[in-house]
């Protein structure tokens, strides 16, 4: 290895090299330090944005009516920031630096390296601009809107992954080491996640409407979320595990039979899983279950991944008490151990039923995001850290401090937040001897926890404080880096294109008395045959293609086309035009943030809520509004339950409704107008989605709204609110809210036997007539003859 200050590109682009000739090349480290430092700014920002919105669930007062940071739109900009910016970053500072290495090759394009660096930093910044202002999907992770959507598929997977599989192609060692494999697994499965789960209809620049709708929608979203929690913050970590615990600890990792079962168990069981967010949901009860025996079954390839990682630390155990790099990765990997068991057992159904919608689920997301994902992306980065910048770790004790004070804001953060959703759960179930709620009164319930969510602030304050300890670090490490770096010229020969493989080793059982069949079986779990496939990345990634699009299409198939799993009923029929201008705005607040809008066939939660909720409830809405946690009260059957006066009041101070409730004031709906003009696009776009729509509705849709808004106004003034205010935004809300789950109860119209009798008394009325013009005229005739 020579060192020299050329940056000069692959060698093998000219095209002057053949097969076998000595090649000499660097590693761009420059783009590694950019998604270094984007991590570690964004790891600032998601982690302060988070403490932002838990203190504003103990203080709601401290929004004072301000839409920009209410908890409804701040809480999306912490999981986009925490999921996309600092873990997105910290992947692809990963795979940058990991990918070159294990390739022996620079990146292919210096140029589709520094688009997707800037390219992802403006989605970022699209993202912390747009979700503040309301512009939101309002599906959970993939809130972003259509135009961004876009922008991210041409990121990920032409830029991205463009680049990093001509990488593959163009590299300089012949088998892929098992990092790329998950690697492989992550681009593609993202992609095909984020493309069909964002196909929408757009009704306008910022807005689209899903072209699923209801349990379908439902389906999509989960299917996505949970595998975006799956490829995008499991898979490339575990690739991310492979590199740089081996790495750090010096050993081979333990396994390489294992990290084989671990991947393609791995790949191909974790699409299933995500219909087990949807128990007890209208979801049909197959795909339910499918989902759940599905996650029973991660619990082998997760555990088996935590096993190869903590192992490859044989032999160097005493390194992890010196060493804090090694600290983190340790309690990292325990952490995914500790998650991909609580995942799977929070899929039986018996306790999902209790966790669900309770605090229970967001402890269990951050003990995964804080401590697997988290603490991950510290190891690395102080691993990185000297070699990026090439000096020593500016200070060695303050990454100690930051691996205390995390584990510590951890354990703080998690445990009163696991305390809280217990309690949730069994507060929300209680019933006395006579059968009747112990807790009708849902606030009840959430006055109990405040205090466990003090805890979780002090935990959180001491976690971010962390986080501020690596951003000094990694900023008085850069400042202490030499004037000019210096780039090292490696050499290796480039790859020919023929290769022969070893023939497969002889079975052991060669010679004992067995079938053949056990000799090939004995063959095949020595597993040399992957060998092959590691050294054609072509071949690995549609392999690995096929094996996600392939167990995704069993559940999505027959969730689609078998028209049972959602049986219509008679008596649902569209929003109206202001209905759904208030979905719009119920939509842009984030109220699936708090409220659910799925009430399951639970005796507690029909007691407390009202009938439970029907498939066939859902067919219009885009998108569905099922939610997955409860800080206030299931609304599915909110429609006539509450004075539109009281929803008035509730919006403008629910203290004053409501006392304790944790929800801030919503007065901005209140004072700002409803544009009625704006309503028609969204009436038209879910008309050509299949709503039936009046011709009024399609062409006046502003006055119908209008009319329908002057109506709501008058019953708030006659319940004793003010008058003049049919023109407000919160008119909408309150005739949307007014409308939830009261379709149900409607009688339906017997319109066939109403259309037959029409007709019937159409015909009759014909004879009743025939017979009456024939009399006449027989009279007629009569008088005449008589005259």
Not at 131 to 157: F, H, K, N
Not at 198 to 207: D, E, Q, R
């Amino acid at each position: 290895m020579a060192t020299t200050d050329v940056t000069s590109q692959d060698a093998a682009r000219s095209g002057d090299s053949q097969p076998g000739d000595l090649e000499h090349f660097s590693y761009d480290d420059a783009i590694v330090r950019m998604f270094a430092t984007a991590t570690v700014v964004w790891g600032l920002v998601a982690t302060l944005v988070g403490l932002i919105v838990a203190t504003f669930l103990v203080l709601p007062w401290l929004t004072n009516g301000l839409p920009w940071i209410s908890f409804g739109r701040l809480r999306p900009l912490h999981t986009n920031a925490a999921i996309f910016a600092f873990a997105g970053n910290g992947i692809f500072a990963a795979v940058y630096y990991s990918t070159q290495r294990l390739c022996k090759a620079r990146m292919w394009s210096d140029v589709l390296s520094r688009l997707h660096f800037w390219g992802w930093q403006a989605i970022i910044v699209a993202a912390a601009i747009t979700l503040p202002m309301g512009i939101t999907q309002s599906r959970e992770y993939a809130e972003l809107e259509w135009p961004i959507d876009i922008a991210i598929a041409i990121v990920w997977l032409l830029i991205f992954g463009g680049n990093f599989l001509m990488t593959l192609i163009n590299r300089r060692e012949r088998h892929m080491y098992v990092a790329l494999w998950f690697y492989i697994a992550t681009i593609v499965t993202v992609a095909l996640l984020h493309v069909f789960n964002n196909l929408v209809i757009p009704s306008g620049l910022f807005h689209g409407y899903s072209v699923y709708a209801g349990v379908q929608d439902a389906f999509m979203q989960w299917w996505y979320g949970h595998n975006a929690v799956a490829f995008f913050l499991t898979t490339p970590f575990l690739g991310l595990m492979y590199y740089f615990l081996p790495k750090a600890a010096e050993r081979p990792v333990f396994s390489y039979k294992l990290s084989i079962i671990h991947f393609w168990s791995l790949v191909f069981i974790y699409i299933w899983a995500g219909p087990h967010h949807l128990h007890y949901t209208a979801l049909p009860e197959w795909a339910s279950t499918l989902g759940m025996l599905f996650s029973l079954m991660l619990w082998m390839p997760s555990w088996g991944g935590m096993i190869n990682g903590l192992l490859t630390l044989r032999g160097a155990w005493h390194k992890v008490a010196a060493d804090p790099v090694l600290k983190f990765f340790v309690v990292g990997i325990t952490f995914y151990g500790m998650a991909t068991f609580e995942g799977p057992m929070l899929s039986i159904k018996a306790i999902n039923a209790l966790s669900h919608y309770t605090d229970w689920t967001i402890a269990h997301v951050h003990a995964g995001a804080l401590g697997w994902n988290g603490f991950m992306i510290f190891g690395m980065m102080y691993w990185l850290m000297p070699r990026l910048y090439q000096t020593k770790i500016w200070s060695p004790k303050l990454v100690s401090l930051h691996f205390w004070t995390g584990t510590v804001g951890i354990l703080l953060y998690i445990v009163p937040i696991y305390a809280a959703g217990l309690m949730q759960g069994l507060m929300w179930r209680a019933m006395d001897d006579t059968g009747h709620l112990v807790y009708p009164d849902f606030v009840e319930t959430i006055q109990s926890i405040v205090p466990l969510w003090w805890l979780r602030v002090a935990g959180g304050t001491i976690y971010f404080s962390g986080v501020v300890m690596l951003a000094i670090n990694a900023l008085m490490t850069w400042a202490n880096r030499p004037k000019t770096y210096e780039v090292p010229v490696y050499s290796a020969p480039r790859l020919s294109k023929e290769y022969h493989d070893e023939p497969l080793p002889p079975s052991v059982l060669q010679d004992a008395p067995v079938l053949e069949l056990g000799k090939k079986l004995d063959v095949f779990s020595q597993m040399d045959w992957h060998r092959r496939w590691e050294r054609l990345p072509v071949k690995f990634t549609v392999l690995t293609t096929l094996a996600v699009v392939i167990a995704t299409l069993f559940e999505v198939i027959p969730t689609f086309l078998i028209r049972s799993n959602v049986p219509t009923i008679a008596t649902v029929t569209p929003y109206t035009p202001l209905e759904l201008a208030g979905r719009h705005i119920y939509v842009s607040e984030g109220c699936y943030n708090c409220h659910s809008q799925m009430i399951r066939p639970m005796v507690a939660e029909t007691k407390r809520y009202g009938e439970y909720s029907k498939p066939g409830e859902f067919i219009y809405d885009r998108p569905f509004q099922w939610g997955s946690r409860r800080i206030g009260p299931d609304l599915q059957r909110e429609g006539g339950k509450q004075s539109s006066f009281w929803h008035w009041t509730h919006f403008e101070d629910p203290e004053l409704v409501s006392p304790g409730s944790v929800m801030p004031s919503y007065r901005h709906l209140i004072e700002e107008d409803l544009k009625f003009e704006a309503i028609q696009p969204l009436v038209e776009t879910v008309h050509y989605l299949g709503a039936p729509y009046s011709e009024e509705d399609l062409t006046d849709t502003a006055n119908v709204a209008r009319r329908q808004a002057e109506v709501v106004a008058a019953d708030i003034v006659r319940q004793g609110g003010p008058a003049g205010k049919q023109n407000k935004q919160v008119i909408a809300l309150i005739a949307y809210l007014q409308r939830m789950g009261t379709d149900l109860f409607k009688t339906p119209e017997p319109e066939a036997e109403s259309e037959e009798a029409a007709e019937g008394e159409t015909d009759a009325d014909v004879e009743v007539a025939v017979e009456a013009e024939t009399e006449t005229a027989e009279a007629t005739d009569a008088s005449e003859t008589a005259e």
